[in-house]
Each structure stands twice: as structure tokens, then as C-alpha cells.
């Protein structure tokens, strides 16, 4: 599997620069006869985009989808389905002094490194826009995993800067522009947000993200389980520091006899384990939570380096996300959605001879 | 790439099961002409092993190596290297109740589901036994990294349960069985440790571990990063159920003028980052961060079922480790050496052709 | 890998259906720096396509190369490339028939048994249009193995139906629309091409494909053998049913007197191994011949079914190669470039550290 | 997938020297419930095994199979299984002189250029001992495709030197050290060998393989082609120069009115396809034939060179086959085994949503 494609079976390929002429991607190895359309990916893609609100990146992209293979008849065939999008609202001006300057904590300086040259324009290819591909990709994840097991993958942000939610309500979720389950705090957040871009800084976020009714026993030990490939999925984010499954680094504190989920006919008496034993689902929800870093991309000035190695101070004019977290929502799914899909096709591939297993434990609690 | 196998250029698979007749590892790939002998595993083999001192699981293993293929007159042919150590300490006995148990917290239950029948000897595959074979592994690739680039790979406990070091020293690490970078508080551990031990309970640990001196530009984006696959080898150890890289979950309560790291011509004054941007290393210290669960086998009872599906009261009595975190330092090591020396192979195919890169910025603040 | 990927570390994904709206393909893992654009693709689409004489199908396609990525201020930049061709003849009409046939001797009915549906506008994905993003990505493989080791990638014509060369002269090759080596026969084949073709008939072809300057050292033993490779690289080309490495089948016939290739200082003495020992290049010229069938769309009637199984005579009226050898040459090479391409990568990761290696012996005998 | 493993799903690692303490192998992805004992190699082992008569190579190993893991009570668990033989008779004083010279024909020279050093003893890794780990792992995939689909997987020596079988019995074929399937040639075949030996030197030989009862819909367009793994598969085998599916080479001589296999209801009314149409199964009855060079290992001496550069005499006087295709029966047999093996957990990986196809065609002519 080469670098920019991801998963083994239902393998993504995305392609593509900020600032290029298009970004697209490959799906390799879908299953046949599912219903696709370009409409369908129009949802995913606005929850993603920028510009919807005064809180994330002005750039406005109209995001659409052209099907360029894969589909007959509004039927997935079984063959590559091609994506392709193209680029309409590159302001590659805003981004004239970076071409000769590294900006700190970007991929300036590392890709230079790696490569000798680099598309310096809007980041190219480690700019978020890649991000868009992985959405598109999803919807089509999300829409087998719900039509043929009812899996629900959703996110939510769980933590901003320091806030976190008071209540929780899925419901609440999708009526705010922060993805945030508790609406009595989006005026807070508004009022935060606000004073920080006007500040010129940026806030890190962390996102959770769960996928009910996942049947029990996808996940291939050992180097193929579940936890490892849902936290490289989600690590492959752009401003991704951190992955958690279950109870995560509270685990570190735990005592076992606190952290075992206990088992009855009636179901998990809890879910420390995030829905994953040995790398194994269980038959609860699957449960991950994600750690985003503050964009380094600022108005406020910072030391750095331009390509002859002279010191220069890196100001950031272009249009940026004061909370990249914000917008990482459906990216988070659509990554959690790409693992899932992929594991069933490989799990019935090695397991297809294996009936129904009892006994069988209900999900029990979340 | 098979689910038992690690590393897309520099190959482990690894085989066993806890109380089979053995343990091993076909390492493909690897470089021609590095010296190897059979009594190069012993050190981190020892570092891992059980029954060192009274805080870990009383199974002694010889762990003995046999270099079986790859080895010609001392050195590594570039053919596949296996490695077998024979099991020898495999008390199946101790484990007679839960061959019809599901223990929580345990992958008893998801190798049931997935497989339809499990080998229940000792937690069979999902034993942790498996990672010796990663830490022989690691040996290899630990070796080429610090011939060749003068990498150093180490990790160390950084907290157990709510205790975390006061000071920190490189030397005191080796020297007690805590694997604990402050010496004065290894009383206090122990007195931690013997009372967990008798109370009947275990405790969840944080792992960090360092790799000094990688170059700028290892790493292949986007669903190749550096901090991806590191994110992958840690998750893919048993009982891990987080992974920071740098600033990790910290990150998301910092702002982005204080997260991103300044470069200078002397260097990066911080390293938030970990050591990668963009999913490419830096030049810096790449530095993670591991969660360890607490072990879910204790002598205290819990609720679980059996084969029948019967609710029944499970306690363990076989040898288990109140605190599996102890034990990792070595894997955790091993881990991201291969990471590293996995990348490092890929990196010179691709970019084998571009010379040295300037500038280039010393890796300045750990 | 995906399937409809070729190559471990140069990767190429292609897409695309006969009559969908466009093909293209993701090259991914390319070294940075290499020259490239949009016009480069010209030459070797243009040997490839369709309608050049009156000896291949009439479908005139303009085979314009769109560069979506990957390249900036004209070099490569290591991220991937994707290129795009719109299709422009597709004349869908010419298929309705097929489009409720099966037709013997092609994919359709396998296509509709492994997928339970398919795209029939003109072949869909089996179609030999999908070759088009093998040449382009040819066409960047061969231009590094010749800049970096002057390795030059060459087919032709070697048998059609029983008649074969006379003659060598690489320079007729080109100068023939039949990549015929002697052109004292050119007016003979057009005869007998021009008497096929009257007849509604096809006939199988014969291509052999040579590369020289291959340095020694290419291929991964045991299941990434070089010849391994190319036998499947040749094999996944539509219509060919045989590839030989070297004396290939004569070697049956051969004693081990003769087929062993003597060394001497001055070079080898024969080269029936074509090149390759123990699946490693040897430094002589690597030479494979590769059977192509017959192609199956005739306008002579024949015995077939339709998808409601009834038994149907098929009889194909749409555009199509009476030898679709002919245009086979440039495909041979572009996938024996990309084998030695993706070999090279390889190679030079985990041999990179093998300095000059003595004693070389150089090619002798091709 | 590392360059020692064969397969996607259903893979199959090698590892070990001719002369090296033990040949083994590493079976990942296998599915759980298969029925194994170590007795189930003996058969196929034997079938390929040296010393049978005076016709093959007189090294006698025992080739006792220990099953190190992923078996537990008779069955495989879905853990790798891991494959054990000690080698028992490897005389490296034979290959005393080789261990400074490189022989002509074999892979000496190739193993020096690429690693920069090698394992000389027997050849090392390119030894023809190493595909006694595909028959073993090939014993596990055609128990398996026969028991689930009634697969049959067969092969013969089709042809020795010039020496073409007159009829055909497959009874005939396991009861010859020929592999023969013309009883009334047996005596012929001997005086052959006898005066060969006697000589000697050495002949090449052609294997033909063919698989009954595979189901149509099998492989994976474009690149992973049912016949291009094939092709492979087969092209991976020691001293193999040619692979051909169906008609094969023959095919450049046909004409598309001969070599298309008409469909009727009642099945297919040839199968010059050789079973395989686009890439994909079509029912019919897979057939391949796979070209033998004749081994390079002679007493008569040939021109050669030394590690350092000297022409010297090359005489071997080791133990070898005068036709190292009669023991490649079982070989070809496992080969393709594994390919349809993997193909068949690929297919029901993407395809497992797609009911019965209708309509089917039977069979028709083998």
C-alpha cells in the first residue's frame, strides 16, 4: 500500500494540493450494487467546509463532487470510483512570502528536508484540504456500515481550550458551529472564540468519536487491531497530537478491578475498554477520542527561517481556523468509518466460514 | 501485509502462542552485512522478562534465541532472519478454569466471536508473551539505527498510577526494577507496589520513549506519517490504550503561540511538536507517550460468563503483573526503533536521490 | 496494494472506464525532482492509441494528459501525481447490443458473475482503453531509469500469426505501423492485415521486450523476483496468455550445456537466462517475450449467451483491433519499466549500505 | 507484503538456507477450523522430496514438520501457524569449492552483486529446498479449497526435453518417478534419464497445472488478475522461464474465430482461455503450463569466474537433479493452490454481498 492510500480491502488513495489545480481520490476494492450519487457527498463536505461561520477559514470552496468512475446506473460496480474536485478559491497571493519563509510548527521546514523542493503554496500538500478526500470517502464507508449492519459513526468536539461540556446531547450536536453537545454553552464559546481571533492566537480541541453497533469480532491481531489502526487513521490528521481508546490515558490511574468491564447476560457493565479487547471488537460502542494542536498559522509574529537559513519573523496573513478542531468533526468519523469498513471486508474475508457465535453479550452501557 | 506482520520494508511477523512449544519471528528485509549472534538478544530480553524482581509475573522464561536463517558467518545475508526461543516456563495448569471463562477485561470473548474457538492456554495469541519476539526484533533494528545514524532509542516509566517523577536522570532508569528516572522515589514505589501486590489489584502506567538524533525527513505523508505509524506500533501493544506525540493531549488546552516551536539557526527553542511535523520528523528528538491499562487479572473476583454462557465469578490465579506498564519500556523501545528503521529504508528508496538539504536546523530543546 | 495498483514503493493506481468520462491514474511514491509535464506523455500515448493506420481500431481518441498534482514550477515533488484524460470518442451506441450479450472469449460474463453487474459500455473497466495510464506512467518510469542509469526500455513486434522477422534493425521498428524489425516485410504484413481485416477475423501476436543497462543486483527473492514481477506485469496486460523470461520455453527442450550462460572477464557468453539469476538481474540486457491472443470481437458470428441465459449469436460491429498486439509495444515497455522502476526503489532501500560490489562482469552477449 | 511472503490474506512467509540449520514458514490469515496434524505434510513432502529414485537428487531429508503455533486441538485457531523442518543432510562440504565461485547459470554471482556477500553452502537462499515450505503451505490451502468448494488441484510433467507424452491418464501420472500420465513411456523415459545422468548433463522439462471446480468470479482486476498472480506464482519457482495460461504461446498463432471459446447453455465449447477471462474465473478449468530450464549444476565442467575476478573451471559434484522439473509436480500443485486460496478470501472480502449470479454456465470442455 503506497503512502497516500489507506486501508488494506477498501482502499483510499487521495491525491491532490491545496493550491493545485484539483484534489481527488481513488476507492479501491468497494463492494458492488451500493446506490452512489455525486449529490450524496454534498452533507459530509458542507459539515467539513470552511467558511461557514465567522469561526472557521474564509476560504469558501464549492466542493463538488464529479464521479469519474466506479458508478453505472447510480450503482457502485466494483471497480476504482474516482472523485474528483476541483479548486476554486486558491488565493495563492496570501501565500507569497511563505514560499521563501519556514513557518513554525507547519511541514514548511520537514518537507523541504524530505523532498529538496516543495509546493510552498497554501501549505500544498500537507494542508488540511487533503482532509476534504477523506469525507468524501467516508460518506461512502458510512453508507454500507449503516445499510448493512445499522453501525452509526458519529463525533462530536468534547473540549476546547479548557471548556468542556456541561450536559450531552447528540441532538445538540449538529445546531451549533461547534459540533458542541451541550447548547447552553454556545454563547460561551462564541464570546471565546471571538476574543481569540480578534487576540490573533489560535486554541487546540479534542474530539470524540463513536460507532455504535459494530458487530463483535473485527480487528486483526496483532499488528492489524482495531485500536492500532483507528489511532494511525486518526494520528494521519493534520494537527493530531493525540489518540485515546476507551479510557485512555485515565487508564494510567485506574486500578484493574476498576478498569475490567464486567460481563452479564444483560450486557458490559461499562466501557473503560472503548469497545476493544485484544484488539477486537466486543460488541459495545467503539469509543476514541482525539487530541487536536492550536494552528501555528497566526497574525502574531514568530521566529522562523527562510530557505537560505536566515532568521526572519513568520507573520500569517492568509485565511486560517482559529480552532482547527472545529472542523475536524466529520474528518473523524469519516476516518473511524474507512477503519470499520475495511476491517469487515477483511474479517468476512478470513472469518466468512465462521457461524454465529454464542453466546452473544448485549452492547449493555456506552 | 499480513495482520501478524509489522513494517512495510523491514518486515517482522511474529508466531506463538503463550503456552505453545514456541515463540518466534521471520524478520524480512533487513539490510545485508550487520553483525548478529544469537546472545545479541539478551539484554532487552532480560529488560522485558518476567520474575526480575518480585514486582512482575513469577514465569521464568530462558528465553534463549536460535537464529535459525539470515545469519551467515555473523552477519545479516538481506535473507529472512528467523528467530525461535522454545517455551519452557508454560504452566497451562494455572490456567485450567478459564479454558470454559471469559475473563473480563480480557480478549478471551473477542477471539471467541471472531474465530469461533480460541487457544484459551495462557490468553493463547493475546498473551503478551508475543512481544518478546517484537523486542528481539527491535534489537536488530535498534543496532542499524545507532551504526549507521548514531540514533538512540530509550523509554522510561513516567508515572504509575497517580505517582510521576520528581527529577529525572537517564542513569537511574537501568537501575532499579521500575525502569523509574528518579532514584529516590524507588521506596516509595516499592512500598506502592507490595501493597497493590497484596491487596490483590494492579495499577495503570505512562511509558515515554525517546529516539535521539533521527534526520529531518523520515516519515511518508499522508497516511504514512511518522507520528501515524508510531501511533500504530504503540496501540498494537497489549494493554495500551492512549498515545501522545509531543505536547499530545496537552495540546489541547494550549494556545497556538505557545505550542508551535521557533526555529532559530541554533535550533528549535521547544519541542511541542514530538520531533515531527507535517508526519516528517524535524531533526529533534521524536518523543511519544504510552497508556498502559492496569492488568484485568486479579485474585479479586469479578463478574463474567462461560462458554455456556452462564454467569459465573471469575479470579485469577495464575503468576500475572500488577503493573504490565512495568515490562514495556523494552517493547515500547523495540517498537519505535522499528518504526524508525522501518522508515528510514523507505525514505532513502524515494528520496535516495536528493542530497543534503539546506539549511538545515540544529534539534536544539529536547 | 489495492488491484487496481501496480507496484510496491512506485505505485501506480489507475481508473477509469471505455466510456465513462475520463481515465487517469495516481502515481504515488515518485523520487522528487524529476522534470515533467503535461506534453511529455505525447509520444508514447501517441504509439499506444488507436486509429494511427488502418490497421487498428478507428476509435480516435485525443489522449490529452491533464497533470492534477504532484508536480510544481515543472519537478516532481514526491507527492503523487495525478494525471487525467478526458474521453472523447466514445461512441456507446456502437455497444447496445453488447450491452444484454455476453461475448465469447471477452470479460463480460466473468465480470457479471464475480460483481453481479457491469458497466458494458464498451468493455467498462476491462476495456484495453485502461492500458492509456500504463504508458503515461510509463513514460515517467522511463525517463528516470534512463537519466539516473541509462537504461534503455524497448519492444517490438516479434511474431504475428506464423510470420516473423527476417531481419533485426531496432531503427525499422519505429518506421512501420506493425513495430516491425524488418522492413523489407512491411508490405507483406500489410497485405495479410488488410486480408484479416476483410475477413472479419483476428489474429495473436508475439512482442518481446527488452531492457539494457539493468545494473546487477534488481529483484527481491523469493516472491518479488524480478522475472516473478515481470511475469505478472506482462500477464495483467489484456489479451496476453504466456510470458517468457530469456529462452523461456525452448529452455524445455534445452540441455543445462547449453542453456547455462559461461562467465568470462570479458562478459558473459549467451544470455538465455535473459538477464535474470535467481530472480536478480545479472547486468546483461533483461529480455521477456509476451503472447498476446487473439482478439474475440469479430464481426463473424459465434455462439454466446445473453443475461437472461438465453443462447444469442453475437456479432461485433463497433471498432476494433484485428491484432491488438500491434499497439502492445509501447504497453510491454511502459510495464516492464515500472517492474524495474519500483525494483530500483527497492532495491536501493535495503541494499542501499552495499557499497560497489567486485567483480563486476559486464553484459557481453545480449 | 514482504518479498519472502506469497499472498494477500492467505500468506505464506518463507524462511531458512539449504544448508542452515532448518526450512520454514509462517501461515497468516489462515481461517479457523481447518482439521491439521503434523502427519498432513508427509504426503506432498514425499512427493517432492529428493532420493525417491535415481532420477533426482540423492540428499535424503526426513522433512518432518513440527506445527509451532496457531493450531490448537486439531484445528487452526486464525493465528499464524508456524511451520518447523530441521534440515538433517546438508553435506556443505560439497559445495567446499563454491563457496569462491560463482557457477554459471545459478544465482552465486547475482546474491554477490545484490547483498555483498551470501550464504555459499548449497546455494543459501536460492536453493530449490526453500519451496518445500510451499508445498507444506500449500497442503493447507487445498484441503481447505476442497473441502469448502470441491477444488481439485493437479499437475504432470507434460513434457521432457523433446519427449511429449502420447496419452493421457491421470491415474498414470502418480505412478512413474515422472510424474508421467503415459504409463506405456515409462520405460523410455528411464533409458532417457539413465544416459542423461551418465552423461552428465542435465534437461529442461514443462509442468502443466490445472484446478477443477473453481467457481467463476475469482481475481482482482486490473493488477491483481486472476492469471497475472498466476504467472507469479509460478515465475517464483526455482528454474522457471515460462508461464503460460490456456493456449498460451500458441495463441499467436490463432486466429480470434479459433482461440474465443463459444458459450451455450450446456457450458463453454473450449477453453483455450485456459479458464481465466479478463482476469477473472470463469468456471471452466484453470490450466497453466510452467517451462523448467535445465539445471545449471553439471559435472562437465563450464567457464566461470572466483570471488576475485579469476576465470576458473566450474565442475559440480554435489548432489542434483539431471531435471529439476520432475520434482516440480507438487510445487506448480501448491503454487497455484495459494493463488486460488487467497483469490477466493479476496473475492468473498468485496464480494461477499453479491448472491448467486445467474445465469451460470457449466463447465463445457476441459
Not at 487536536?292 to 522562523?304: D, E, I, V, Y
Amino acid at each position: 500500500m503506497s503512502a497516500n492510500s489507506f486501508g488494506r480491502l477498501f482502499t483510499v488513495t487521495t491525491f491532490g494540493e491545496s493550491h493545485g489545480p484539483a484534489i481527488g481520490c481513488v476507492i479501491d476494492g468497494c463492494p458492488p450494487g451500493i446506490a452512489l450519487a455525486a449529490g450524496d457527498f454534498a452533507h459530509d463536505l458542507a459539515r467539513r467546509a470552511t467558511g461557514k461561520s465567522r469561526h472557521t477559514s474564509q476560504r469558501h470552496e464549492a466542493d463538488e463532487v464529479e464521479i469519474l468512475s466506479g458508478v453505472y446506473e447510480g450503482r457502485t460496480t466494483g471497480t476504482p470510483i474516482a472523485l474528483l474536485i476541483r479548486n476554486t478559491d486558491a488565493r495563492s497571493k496570501d501565500y507569497d512570502r511563505i514560499v521563501e519563509q519556514f513557518r513554525p510548527g507547519h511541514a514548511d521546514y520537514t518537507y523541504w528536508q524530505k523532498y529538496g523542493l516543495r509546493d510552498p503554496r497554501g501549505g500544498g500538500r500537507s494542508s488540511a484540504r487533503e482532509t476534504t478526500m477523506r469525507v468524501a470517502a467516508g460518506v461512502v464507508a458510512k453508507r454500507w456500515l449503516a445499510e448493512k449492519f445499522s453501525i452509526r459513526v458519529r463525533a462530536h468536539v468534547a473540549q476546547i481550550g479548557d471548556v468542556r461540556p456541561h450536559a450531552f446531547d447528540w441532538n445538540a450536536v449538529e445546531a451549533n458551529p461547534f459540533f458542541w453537545p451541550d447548547a447552553s454553552q454556545v454563547g460561551e464559546l462564541e464570546a471565546f472564540m471571538d476574543a481569540l481571533r480578534k487576540s490573533g492566537d489560535s486554541i487546540g480541541a479534542r474530539i470524540d468519536a463513536i460507532a455504535d453497533n459494530v458487530p463483535p469480532g473485527w480487528g486483526e491481531p496483532i499488528y492489524g487491531k482495531l485500536d492500532a489502526e483507528i489511532a494511525a487513521a486518526m494520528m494521519s490528521i493534520n494537527a493530531v497530537k493525540g489518540v485515546e481508546i476507551g479510557a485512555g490515558f485515565a487508564s494510567v490511574m485506574q486500578k484493574g478491578s476498576e478498569h475490567r468491564d464486567e460481563m452479564t447476560r444483560e450486557g458490559f457493565l461499562g466501557n473503560q475498554a472503548g469497545g476493544i479487547l485484544g484488539g477486537i471488537s466486543s460488541g459495545q460502542a467503539i469509543r476514541c477520542s482525539v487530541a487536536f494542536k492550536p494552528t501555528s498559522s497566526l497574525r502574531l509574529p514568530a521566529r522562523g527561517l527562510d530557505v537560505q537559513g536566515n532568521e526572519v519573523e513568520v507573520v500569517t496573513t492568509g485565511r486560517h481556523d482559529p480552532c482547527v478542531g472545529l472542523r475536524s468533526v466529520p474528518i473523524c468519523e469519516a476516518m473511524l468509518a474507512l477503519v470499520l469498513m475495511d476491517q469487515a471486508l477483511r474479517h468476512r474475508a478470513q472469518c466468512g466460514d465462521v457461524g454465529d457465535v454464542t453466546p452473544r453479550i448485549p452492547a449493555g452501557r456506552p
